[in-house]
């Protein structure tokens, strides 16, 4: 059974046009992230939630927002995406912050025409 | 801003060959996880190590993290092609506060050939 869904697996959006991507999770957790994976590159992390706090990452651009609006969703919002913001978005919970394993969604890949 | 590095980037062997896979930094971490990402997916969690010298099996797979907790090892024996993927390592860093997600090393992408 699915525990961290995204959806869609794929997306297209134009440059500018605003694109929201979604997850939701039937674990329970308190805590998602967002993370962006460019292709042959590592998963960097853009921002997480622990319960209702949103705790952005230093590095992580303003283009970015992210609403959680109950435990189980969690959006990110692009508003005006560039091509350089093509990658896969992998949204990921934990139970608790720390030594807790993370579950990570499918992932949604974005492409910026 | 602490870094993992992996090597090697690409490995490509035949079935039935041992190979090893290392993850490295300059920084402590006060954990260290493997996760196995195949395309078009997320990464899936294989194991965690936690305490410095710590070995864990699963099945073929061996796990090591360094004494220091700097670095560690994934050793496959007998691969086969099912192994095929992107192997990640992330480690957690223990900040002050409660970790806030893993920093990841750019993975190893290993084909094993039938």
């Known amino acids: 059974d699915a525990m961290v869904i995204q959806n869609p697996r794929y997306q297209v959006t134009q440059f500018g046009k605003p694109v929201t991507l979604s997850c939701s999770q039937t674990?329970?957790?308190?805590?998602m992230y967002w993370y962006q994976q460019k292709s042959s590159q590592a998963p960097k992390l853009l921002f997480h939630?622990?319960?209702?706090?949103?705790?952005n990452e230093a590095d992580t651009p303003d283009n970015f927002q992210s609403r959680r609006p109950n435990t189980s969703f969690c959006f990110l919002d692009i508003r005006s995406p560039g091509l350089g913001d093509a990658a896969m978005y992998l949204c990921a919970t934990s139970m608790e912050r720390g030594l807790y394993e993370q579950y990570f969604g499918p992932g949604t890949r974005l492409t910026v025409t | 801003t602490q870094l993992l590095e992996q090597s090697p980037q690409f490995l490509s062997i035949q079935e039935g060959e041992n190979l090893t896979v290392y993850c490295n930094s300059s920084?402590?971490?006060?954990?260290l996880q493997w996760y196995r990402q195949e395309p078009g997916e997320g990464p899936v969690l294989l194991v965690t190590?936690?305490?410095?010298?710590e070995v864990k099996k699963l099945k073929r797979l061996t796990f090591q993290f360094g004494d220091a907790r700097k670095d560690s090892s994934l050793h496959i024996t007998a691969a086969q092609p099912g192994d095929t993927g992107l192997y990640l390592c992330a480690g957690e860093s223990g900040r002050g506060g409660g970790a806030d997600g893993l920093t990841f090393g750019k993975g190893t992408h290993l084909i094993i050939q039938p």
């Open positions: 920084s402590v971490f006060s954990s």
């Open positions: 939630y622990y319960d209702k706090d949103f705790n």
């Open positions: 190590v936690v305490t410095g010298g």
């Open positions: 674990l329970n957790h308190n805590v």
